[in-house]
């Protein structure tokens, strides 16, 4: 089992950045590979970013790629997302999902057991 808290959302004018952070508790961080999904009125949720256990692998949604970076710090239990260049079509709540890295990654909200509560991010334009 984890615990995830999302925190770092907020409203900011397009162009600009914002670092959402998710702290975990529970099993051992390093057990977990991590995810963000986010979620706009109306739309499914969708996969944003992962990264692997060990930092080693990342991977991005085309509408993020290259200007999402996500990061991890093992040692103090937090996944990172640190958004640049942020347009009014990335508003939405943004969640911290979690998957035992032994089951391997998958890009699909269902096939995800573990989340926060999110965050509201908002951009205007």
């Known amino acids: 089992q984890v615990q995830l808290v999302e925190s770092g959302g907020g409203l900011v004018q397009a162009g600009g950045s914002l670092r959402l952070s998710c702290a975990a508790s529970?099993?051992?961080?390093?057990?977990?590979?991590m995810y963000w999904f986010r979620q706009a009125p109306g739309k499914e949720r969708e996969f944003v970013a992962l990264?692997?256990?060990?930092?080693?692998?990342?991977d991005y949604s085309d509408s993020v790629k290259g200007r999402f970076t996500i990061s991890r710090d093992n040692g103090a239990n937090t996944v990172f997302l640190q958004m640049n260049s942020l347009k009014p079509e990335d508003t939405a709540v943004y969640y911290c999902?979690?998957?035992?890295?032994?089951?391997?990654?998958?890009?699909?909200?269902?096939?995800?057991?573990?989340w926060g509560q999110g965050t509201q991010v908002t951009i205007s334009s």
């Open positions: 529970g099993r051992a961080f390093s057990d977990w590979t």
């Open positions: 999902a979690a998957r035992p890295a032994y089951r391997g990654i998958v890009y699909a909200a269902k096939d995800l057991n573990f």
């Open positions: 990264i692997n256990w060990s930092g080693t692998r990342t």
